[in-house]
């Protein structure tokens, strides 16, 4: 076992989890934060931010957590870059396991995140946070009067490529099936814009780059495995989310696609265990919502440990 019985761990390195240790520290709270091997979160994949009060000028990613890290560490919050293995919720005070070894702790918060879905497609990697993104609404003011792809066939993705027409000159949305998941009044919204075409039975096979970035991509037909080159310089994977909590195994409750859920103010079904971040975040996934969260759990935390513990 390490150390005594904390007051609070905090499970994840975002803006939420900076955030919320940020307040726990202030609040003499001593926090511990596992940041996860991906310390700083999903910002770090990003190079401008452009949409975070208090940067008029706009601000690298991983310069901005950098910043969110510091600013914790200067009350005191304790960071260690380690993932979380599992989590034992069923007695007080809780046990969080991080390499083997045990931590016992009052409380816990948990900022996971939800990892956007990728395609994986060849040329992927060098592309991503660059030419290549899964946030219309952080990333779309970048690619003004440029012609972009949407890739995914649901809400998100028709959602996405209308509010893309915005900025581009066209949008060209695809996907491998012609049956979309989409809702009607959200798919005829698409298909009918004037800037945006819709091909069915095609899927990104690679993405084409040079040294300005991205050029284009091979789309491929699933049926025959024909192929078609288009031209595009920014382009969109919108075929979901998925939150981070393989770790609880099962412990606290979620909705049907693994988001946590609160059950009073940002406490889960378990009391003592708070959420926050893009893990409870099914609609709005933005650094300040996820920094918002954070200071809401940290804030209810402070005041669950001083009804139950202190
Ligand atoms: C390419 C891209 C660009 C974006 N651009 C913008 C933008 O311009 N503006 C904006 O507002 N939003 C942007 N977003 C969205 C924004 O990044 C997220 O909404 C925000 O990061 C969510 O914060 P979070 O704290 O909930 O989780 P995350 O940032 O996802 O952080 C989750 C943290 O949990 C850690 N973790 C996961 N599992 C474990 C574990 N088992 N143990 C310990 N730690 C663990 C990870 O290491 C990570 O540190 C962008 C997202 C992407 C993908």
New binding site residues.
């Given amino acids: 076992m390490s150390g005594s019985i904390r007051n609070v761990i905090i499970?994840?390195?975002?803006?939420?989890?900076y955030t919320a240790g940020l307040y726990t520290s202030r609040a003499m709270l001593e926090p511990l934060m596992?940041?996860?091997?991906?310390?700083?979160?999903?910002?770090m994949?990003?190079s401008?931010?452009?949409?975070?009060p208090g940067y008029p000028q706009g601000i690298g990613?991983p310069e901005m957590m950098m910043h969110l890290r510091e600013q914790a560490e200067r009350f005191g919050l304790e960071v260690q870059d380690?993932?979380?293995?599992r989590v034992d919720l069923s007695n007080r005070p809780f046990k969080v396991y991080s390499e083997g070894e045990e931590y016992l702790t009052h409380s816990i918060i948990v900022?996971?995140?939800?990892?956007?879905i990728w395609l994986g497609a060849e040329g992927e990697e060098a592309q991503?946070?660059r030419g290549i993104?899964?946030?219309a609404t952080?990333?779309g003011a970048f690619f003004k009067d440029e012609e972009i792809l949407v890739v995914g066939g649901g809400d998100s993705a028709m959602e996405e490529a209308t509010f893309l027409t915005r900025f581009a000159s066209k949008v060209t949305l695809v996907h491998r099936r012609d049956v979309f998941r989409a809702s009607q009044v959200m798919y005829e919204r698409a298909a009918n814009h004037e800037k945006i075409e819709i091909k069915t039975f095609r899927q990104v096979k690679q993405w084409l780059s040079d040294d300005s970035g991205l050029t284009g991509a091979i789309l491929e037909d699933p049926r025959d495995g024909t192929t078609e080159d288009i031209a595009v310089t920014g382009a969109f994977i919108a075929i979901g989310h998925k939150p981070?909590t393989g770790?609880l195994d099962g412990q606290l409750d979620t909705d049907d696609e693994g988001y946590l859920l609160h059950s009073e103010h940002t406490m889960t079904s378990v009391p003592g265990v708070f959420a926050?971040?893009?893990?409870v975040?099914t609609r709005y996934?933005?650094?300040?919502?996820?920094a918002g969260l954070?200071c809401q759990a940290a804030i209810d935390c402070e005041r669950w440990l001083e009804d139950n513990v202190h």
């Fill in positions: 499970i994840g390195s975002g803006p939420a989890g596992f940041a996860g091997y991906m310390s700083g979160g999903q910002l994949l990003t401008d931010v452009e949409n975070f990613g380690r993932n979380v293995e900022s996971t995140g939800a990892e956007s991503k946070g993104s899964t946030c952080c990333d981070i770790f926050a971040g893009d893990v975040d996934k933005q650094a300040i919502t996820a954070g």
